[in-house]
């Protein structure tokens, strides 16, 4: 007899398993299927996230900027450290024990809030009385139906044509966080958010590393005034990082990686490397889902197509995070994942898709929500900007990190803040404050007036908003 549920989450990434838990704190039955596995064979829920992506970069880049700190920076704190040296078997190992903590605190939430998991593949098998038929292949079978279903089953990286991952010479997101040794000479294609965090990982261990970026401008999708700031930081730091260059035919032999390409002025140039990390972006994965076997609606590019409450074509089939459009960001992920299981408890969930900030942890980091400099004047807005250096910010100097500044824009008229761009020391966590502004459509003169702790970095953020108002003190 197969197992009835109200709510059946297929995908327990960031958006599948924090919807699975809204929708059992709303009262429902819930289960929750996914087929991500450990090198052993046991389960491994949180998706990408959790698995290959925002945990272990993070771990790693932690990892990698306490050496490059130990190496380059702690002379200057009169701390003199003499043979220093790198186990990166430990460092990958310490990475890998952190993914397994989230991995384990995935399957207490899922038993706290009494949710079935199931490991396995799920798949569509027909619309039938009461709901859904959804089959679960894995170590032990099962037969589920399921009042709702909730897809959330994510994205996968996508390849250059003609060139598989082997995670060994050619390799993804997944390959990149385990490379066994530092790569005398790293390739990377794509400057996006993989390549720039995995590159800084790899160059702050010691490896030579060159980015190749097929669009003119770095950082397109950044502020411009942020992104000229990143570009000059992270080359002084030692990436080389080319833009505007046609990558040819990449040849990969056991020994080395050949990457031909033309340059932005048309010469023939070629790259020739020990491995080559390819992050061109993803593409939503819905493989064996059985999408054909119930006409689940999918766009040109492969996206299961959603209207704004994330509804798919089919009744009482929803879709969410990187599997739909929009930006392919954990947080996004989850904040839809609340959404639909409160709309299937006929709550009235919502996602507010112009605050949600995105940010890039290199070193210095960058943050943003909001739109940039350059949306707004091609939108024809009028708008004040305000911008602060950490160079001028007290905690910024004590802490020896003083790159880069607060930037914000708000409406000439009204001062409603518009967009804020940071570049600097801890940028990832202050941009909460200007998502917080601008979720309650705060003035520039509301982070101005708010009182800041002092000495920190936030003050930074105060100053960038007096300095809206041409009125900051601290230059
Ligand atoms: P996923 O996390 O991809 O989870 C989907 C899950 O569903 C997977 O476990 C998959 O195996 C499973 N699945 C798929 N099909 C089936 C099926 N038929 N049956 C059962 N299970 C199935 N985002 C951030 O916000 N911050 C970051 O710092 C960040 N860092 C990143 C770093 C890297 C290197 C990468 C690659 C991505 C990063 N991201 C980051 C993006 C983030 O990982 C994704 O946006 C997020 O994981 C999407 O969540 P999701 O739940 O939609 O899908
Ligand atoms: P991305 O979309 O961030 O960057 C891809 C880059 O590759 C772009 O700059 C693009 O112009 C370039 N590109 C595409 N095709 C190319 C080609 N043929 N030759 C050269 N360059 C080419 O994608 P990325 O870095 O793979 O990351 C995937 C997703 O994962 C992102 O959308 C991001 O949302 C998410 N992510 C988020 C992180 C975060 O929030 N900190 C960290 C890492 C990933």
């Known amino acids: 007899m197969a197992k009835q549920f109200d709510v059946v989450v297929i ?7 924090i919807a699975a838990i809204r929708a059992a704190q709303l009262g429902m039955s819930v289960a929750c ?20 992506g925002c945990i272990p970069s993070k771990a790693l880049l932690q990892s990698s900027e306490n050496y490059e700190q130990v190496n380059h920076h702690f002379a200057e704190h009169g701390i003199e450290v003499k043979g220093v040296s790198l186990k990166l078997d430990t460092l990958i190992g310490r990475k890998d024990s952190v993914v397994k ?8 939430l899922f038993k706290k809030n009494k949710i079935t998991f199931f ?19 894995g170590a032990t079978p099962d037969d589920l139906v399921a009042k709702h279903v909730i897809v959330a089953t994510g994205s996968k990286p996508r390849a250059l044509p003609g060139l598989p991952f082997d995670e060994t010479k050619i390799l993804s997101n997944d390959g990149a966080l385990r490379i066994p040794t530092v790569p005398k000479k790293l390739g990377v ?7 720039l965090e995995l590159g800084s990982v790899w160059r702050r261990l010691g490896a ?12 397109a999708v950044a502020d411009q005034q942020v992104a000229k700031e990143a570009l000059k930081v992270l080359t002084k730091q ?17 020994k080395s990686v050949t990457v031909p390409y033309t340059d932005a002025a048309g010469t023939e140039q070629s790259l020739v490397v020990d491995a080559l990390i390819v992050s061109i972006g993803r593409i939503p994965h819905t493989d064996g889902l059985g999408v054909d076997v119930v006409s689940l609606k999918l766009d040109e590019r492969g996206f299961v197509v959603v209207d704004a409450d994330c509804k798919t074509n089919l009744s009482n089939v929803w879709a969410i995070g990187d599997v739909v459009r ?26 507010n898709f112009a605050t949600i900030p995105s940010v890039i942890y290199t070193s210095p980091e960058i943050a943003w929500v909001g739109r940039n400099e350059q949306q707004l004047k091609a939108a024809g807005v009028n708008f004040k900007v305000g911008t602060f250096p950490f160079m001028a910010n007290g905690r910024a100097r004590a802490l020896g990190d003083t790159t880069g500044f607060v930037k914000i824009m708000a409406d000439a008229k009204t001062d409603e803040v518009l967009g804020v761009h940071i570049i600097g020391p801890m940028a990832s966590e202050l941009i909460s404050e200007a998502v917080t502004i601008m979720e309650f459509r705060g003035a520039s003169e509301d982070i101005a007036r708010i009182c800041h702790a002092h000495p920190t970095l936030s003050e930074t953020v105060k100053e960038a908003a007096l300095a809206v108002d041409q009125r900051t003190r601290n230059m």
């Open 238 to 254: 030692g990436m080389k990082i080319v833009t505007g260059v046609k990558i040819g035919t990449v040849k990969s032999t056991a």
């Open 326 to 351: 929009g930006p392919m960001l954990a947080h996004k992920a989850e904040e839809e994942g609340v959404a639909v299981a409160e709309r299937i408890a006929g709550q009235h969930g919502h996602v």
């Open 11 to 17: 995908g327990a990434g960031p958006g599948g398993y």
């Open 189 to 195: 294609i794509g400057a996006g958010v993989v390549g």
């Open 119 to 137: 490991h396995g593949k799920g798949s569509f098998v027909a619309q039938v009385d009461g709901g859904w038929s959804i089959k679960v292949d």
């Open 33 to 52: 299927i996914d087929d991500w596995s450990t090198a052993a064979g046991k389960p491994a829920p949180g998706g990408t996230c959790t698995n290959v």
């Open 101 to 108: 903590q989230n991995n384990e605190g995935i399957l207490y």
């Open 208 to 219: 030579d590393v060159t980015v190749l970026e097929a669009m003119p401008d770095f950082l």
